[in-house]
């Protein structure tokens, strides 16, 4: 059951453009579909406004975006959710380099 359920909601991500989709021969060819989904992961706010992913073709990648022109808005949740992301993984003993120049 609870393959099924990721599965289900991998396809919907899937549907809604969040993730590649599995079987692309490009994808394949650059080694990108190993280890999938074991070493890789999506996670999102409920509203789907705000994402990390984790291995899917960058180590990490932090997105927020949202419909309309509220750009303030946009860049304040990506703002809270990088330092999320850095304080959760300081609690691990990860920490993430930021580069003032990229």
Known sequence: K????RRVRGQQ??????????GDRNLI???????WPEGRGIF????KSFLVWVNEEDQTRI?????GGDVREVFSRLA??????RQSGGQTGIT?????KH
């Open 13 to 22: 991500l899937v549907d809604d453009h969040f993730l590649f989709v599995s």
């Open 63 to 67: 997105i927020s975006m949202q419909k």
């Open 80 to 85: 809270r959710g990088i330092e999320a992301v």
């Open 44 to 47: 999102h706010n409920q509203e």
């Open 29 to 35: 060819a650059a080694g990108m579909e190993r280890d």
């Open 2 to 5: 609870q393959w099924y359920q």
């Open 96 to 100: 993430y380099d930021i580069s003032n």
